[in-house]
């Protein structure tokens, strides 16, 4: 729900430039405050609050979240929306990895089930939010989209407090732990790798929409279908994520995405497919893109099981770190080599995450090696 709000506002930005008069470009202002907002206050909220009731900080987030939806379908002028916007930032920023921990909580074998459920509200937001909160935005207007948020925000902040029992125990975060993890190269690059993945994948994400219409006629009914194709093979992505971890172990899960991400990205713009062949493609690089969420929170807490939770506060502000870069270079993209190339520039980043897997790897074994002789 928290994902809806979030990545369902870029079907928004078209409605809000027309009612605010905005120029082009600033509409993205909408997804780039909450980008930043995130990144930045996730990883010290999930500090700030390590100590306290993991459920009291689910509801107190949504809480937060729903506050920032009520500003925004109130908001008077465009600026008012971007503050609206960074308030949901911050709500949104502890949902997710505190969701995350808490599914680290269960018996091992069952974390990457439990995972692949927390993170499956996300891509569903990708398959059904986007499309449903653009149609409502046309038909009813963006103000009612914000409020719809806000007020399902507010009846799962009610839901988990009658649902979930207090006292859940999950690893705890903390300012030192935070410290701890930023002065940890290999940790760092740890998260690095989910920076890069979604950068390379944004790199033409942004771009679909107007990359079929330049490059196969597509209308607005043929866009509409290719991005809910997209959209349900990120579902399906998701949902083989833990499967693919348990089957493989999640570094060899993620180096298989990355490398076959790679390749399914330098073949999907330089060359003109059958429309069938076309929408393959993108269901299949969809698929790869979302599978990764599940193996690399995984990985993740197979790293540094007591610093869990703030690793995955720093993974989230990753994942919109890495899709604001990826959005910068594909506008780069297109301005110095055409769309053709979004697939090739996004692909060379996507195989960057698959080069951190190895660097990381290598890093771990000198420092047992270390460990050994001591």
Do not use: K
């Not at 055409?338 to 960057?352: C, D, E, F, K, R």
């Amino acid at each position: 729900m928290t994902s809806t709000g979030a990545i369902g506002a870029i079907g928004l930005i078209g409605p809000m430039g027309r009612e605010f008069a905005l120029e082009p470009g600033q509409g993205g202002l909408v997804m780039a405050v909450y980008a930043v907002g995130y990144a930045i206050g996730s990883p010290l909220l999930v500090a700030l609050t390590g100590a306290w009731d993991r459920v009291t900080v689910l509801m107190g987030a949504l809480v937060i979240f729903a506050l920032g939806c009520g500003l925004a379908a109130l908001a008077p002028e465009f600026e008012v929306v971007l503050l609206a916007r960074g308030l949901m930032a911050l709500g949104g920023g502890l949902v997710t990895p505190v969701s995350a921990a808490a599914g680290v909580a269960v018996l091992p074998e069952r974390r990457a089930l439990a995972l692949g459920v927390v993170f499956g509200g996300l891509t569903v937001a990708q398959a059904f939010g986007v499309p449903a909160a653009a149609w409502l935005g046309y038909s009813l207007g963006w103000r009612v989209v914000f409020g719809l948020v806000a007020g399902l925000a507010l009846v799962m902040a009610g839901v988990l407090d009658l649902a979930l029992p207090r006292g859940l125990q999950v690893p705890r975060s903390s300012l030192g732990a935070l410290g701890q993890v930023l002065r940890n190269p290999l940790l760092l690059g740890a998260v690095g790798f989910t920076v890069l993945f979604m950068a390379g994948a944004y790199c033409l994400i942004t771009f679909l929409g107007p990359f079929a219409e330049a490059h196969y006629g597509l209308e607005r009914e043929g866009v509409a279908l290719l991005l809910l194709v997209f959209g349900l093979g990120g579902v399906a992505g998701n949902m083989a994520g833990g499967g693919l971890t348990a089957w493989l172990g999640s570094t060899r899960a993620l180096a298989w995405l990355a490398v076959t991400g790679t390749l399914v990205m330098l073949a999907l713009t330089p060359v003109q497919w059958p429309l069938p062949v076309l929408f393959a493609l993108v269901a299949v690089w969809s698929g790869i893109g979302w599978a990764f969420m599940v193996p690399q929170q995984a990985r993740l807490a197979g790293l540094a099981p007591t610093l869990a939770p703030t690793l995955f506060a720093l993974n989230a502000a990753g994942i919109y770190l890495g899709t604001t870069l990826g959005s910068l270079l594909g506008v780069a993209t297109l301005r110095s080599l055409g769309m053709g190339a979004l697939g090739p520039v996004g692909a060379v980043l996507v195989l960057g995450s698959g080069l951190s897997l190895i660097g990381v790897a290598r890093a771990q074994r000198r420092r047992r090696a270390l460990q050994d002789r001591a």
